[in-house]
Each structure stands twice: as structure tokens, then as C-alpha cells.
């Protein structure tokens, strides 16, 4: 027998982040709704958040802003990628 859902949740984010994140849940079968749930139920499992959130240290930053200008290396495929890192 399922739950009866009358609770909300609301908040408030950048536009631009909510249509593409709303793009890969769509792709994935996902509803908001059910994204949040989702969410919510993994909290509950975990006991806080579902991912390791971390702050990002310089090196980090720098290649997080490098990959945002574009810059960096690119690679056709996977085996590019793993003969580059010497895996």
C-alpha cells in the first residue's frame, strides 16, 4: 500500500541549473517529484547526504575554472583517456 503525499518542498535555484538538471532527469525516467523523494530517501538511508561533499582544494579550483574557459585536454574516446593517465 503506497504513502499518501501531501507534504511540499520548495526552494529556490538558479534557472539555468533546474532546466538542465530537469534535461538529465528526464532522460532518466525521472519526475522532480521522484528526483526529491529520491533524494530524500537516501538521506534517511545515509543518514546525511547520499555523496562525499568536500571543499575543493587550489589544484582542484584551478582545473574546475580551466574546464569551465574550455581549456584542457579532450579525447575522443575512453582508451585515449586511460592511455593518457597511464592506466
Given at each position: 500500500m503506497g504513502?499518501?503525499?501531501?507534504a511540499t518542498a520548495r526552494a529556490l535555484i538558479d534557472p539555468e541549473v533546474k532546466?538542465?538538471?530537469e534535461d538529465i532527469?528526464?532522460?532518466l525516467g525521472l519526475s522532480v517529484s521522484g528526483s526529491f523523494e529520491l533524494f530524500?530517501?537516501?538521506?534517511?538511508a545515509q543518514h546525511g547526504?547520499?555523496?562525499e561533499l568536500r571543499v575543493?582544494?587550489?589544484k582542484m579550483m584551478k582545473a574546475i575554472e580551466n574546464s569551465r574557459q574550455g581549456?584542457?585536454?579532450r579525447f575522443s574516446t575512453t582508451e585515449e583517456l586511460y592511455n593518457d593517465l597511464g592506466i
Open positions: 504513502t499518501t503525499k501531501t532546466k538542465q538538471a532527469l528526464n532522460e530524500y530517501r537516501q538521506v534517511i547526504l547520499p555523496f575543493p582544494n587550489k581549456k584542457g585536454k
